[in-house]
């Protein structure tokens, strides 16, 4: 018995262990200088992780607004596109025929290059305001929206019809109106489906808001910054950027496992 | 009669309704910008009018039209995504049978495969468009991460998705590690591996695109931001934003007429029914 749970044990540690040391040759590698003759590149494209950090700390207060940024459209849009996606859903689940046809089109949306979607969205959101950095952040949130609601819709209408066998026969039993039907049982089945559509629509709603800040008119938000520091070979800068980028997107991840953990776990 | 209903009892046919209502709703707004925009095929152009624009003859730039332009740009962009494509799935599919023999090896690669995931790759475009130089080679080389991580995750997935009782005939079987493979583990995890492109195949597009927007030169997307500047009609805006759209879902439905042409365990789930 005991073996059996050291060697459990061991096998946990060497889970957490064997990456991070990964990690370490990793970024040693990168430090001295053994990563730029890897891929033939130069301290200057691909500057040192010292001097990277460097510049995280000497120009934080100009990151951290851009952060904000992209963070408010990522965050807004993913809502939105989460909301709306569910709604979707709800009336595909209950207009069954019709809906699943629409279902059909939503998620081929999901297609749809970004790269494509955006500057017609930006085209379409002209005239909702006469202030550009307005307009601009109204566009990139309709982008997310839309980028985020394929997903939801899929996942939760998959939640909302996938019932647990005999669950729909018992309701009848009770004598449940449709209404009582979805509050009690379809509704709380589809919560793990919204968790499933979230770990894909997290790490979305944030590549989305990066590359519609490529197209979009007012020069903000991190991917829009990433860009214009390698259009003036500025690297490092850039390269800070891209490290802010990856800090955000495993944060919010992070954020949406706890959540689930804790939310899921209420449950059972 | 029967026929009849049997139409519209379809999904098919529902989707088809939905078609419909889009392109009803499109017009309705061309027709609405047509009198209040002074240049209409900026904001929202007549269906007819992007149908025309591939259709006609007319020479756009001294010696190609609108979809001669169109064609060329995109075999540029979309044969780099197919290489990258390419090349992401091999790299994925060995990553993910190197992890299933290797326990040491997926202990330390797993953690990385999910970060991969999680961070923008997209954004990083442009410093791998620096760091190679070369702005075909960064599009297969996007491509090919972007397919990579889907590809890996989800035959990996498969592989662990072998039941117990399986492994236990095989082991009854004695079967060696090679057979083992060859005879069980690698069929049984292709429906999983397939659902990997599927996932990858509209964003392996999506990033040579995205890519081509970086810099100058032959490329769909470098010619989406010319014309969007007004360096030539804007209807070859559209031609490009309908064509890439199309492509990016036909590719996702490619995928899945070759998983039905190759595996037959598809047409027996289909006899089943």
Known sequence: MSAKMNSKRRSAVQSVLLPVAFGGVLITAWQTGLLHKLLNTDEYVLPYPTRILTIISENTDKIMENVWASLEVALLGLLFGSVIGYLIAVFAASFRKLGSGGLTIVSSFNAIPIVALAPVIINWTKDVSPQADVRSMVAKIVIVTIVCMASMSVNA??????????SQDLMKTYGAGKLTEFRKLRLPNSIPYIFTALRVSVPVSIISALVSEYFAEYVIGVGRQIRE????????????????ACVIGIAMYAILIAAEAIVLKKRR | MKLVRKITNSKLFFTFIWIAALIIVWEIFAYQVEQTKRTPENVLPHLSGVVDSITSDKKINGSQTAFQMVMENAGATLSRAAIGYVIGIALGFILALIMSLSGIVEKVVFPYLMLIQIIPILGMAPIINAITKDIAVSRIVIAAILTFYPVAANTLAGFKAVRRESHELMY???ASKFQLYTKMMIPSCIPYFFTGLKI????????????????????LGCLLSQSLKGAMTRYVFWDIVFFSAIIGILSFYFIGIIEKLLCPYKKLEQKGR
């Open chain 1, 157 to 166: 209408y998959r939640g909302l019809t996938e019932l647990p066998a005999f």
């Open chain 1, 229 to 244: 520091n390698i259009l003036i070979a500025q690297y490092s800068t850039a390269w800070a950027y891209i490290l802010v």
């Open chain 2, 172 to 174: 009854s079987y004695s």
């Open chain 2, 200 to 219: 990858s195949a509209p964003m392996a597009i999506t990033a040579s695109i995205l890519v081509d927007t970086l810099q100058g030169g032959l490329g």
